[in-house]
Nanobody, 115 residues
């Protein structure tokens, strides 16, 4: 069983930055596909960024050039550096770990971008 706990969300002004963290326990972090997803009110959950065991990365078009995903396997930690935040980035952000047919989710952390 894997437990994922996100942190680092909060209220930030447009143009600001936040760094989200996801700590995993209960299982080794690698090998696994790790990702950040978000869900805004009234919308479906969407992929924000994904990082694979070999290091390849995928971003949603809406965050390319602004967000950076990274992982530290030694610390069982996943990060999302978010810069140049926009109001449309407001959502609950979730981290996920996928290994084979199993997928685990954290409880989410709220990010609100507002002046």
């Amino acid at each position: 069983q894997v437990q994922l706990v996100e942190s680092g969300g909060g209220l930030v002004q447009p143009g600001g930055s936040l760094r989200l963290s996801c700590a995993a326990s209960g299982s080794a972090f690698s090998p696994a596909v790790l990702g950040w997803y978000r869900q805004a009110p009234g919308k479906q959950r969407e992929m924000v960024a994904t990082i694979y065991s070999e290091g390849s990365i995928k971003y949603a078009d809406s965050v390319k050039g602004r967000f950076t995903i990274s992982r530290d396997n030694a610390k069982n930690a996943l990060y999302l550096q978010m810069n140049s935040l926009k109001s449309e980035d407001t959502a609950v952000y979730y981290c996920s770990l996928r290994r084979g047919s199993l997928e685990y989710w954290g409880q989410g952390t709220q990010v609100t971008v507002s002046s």
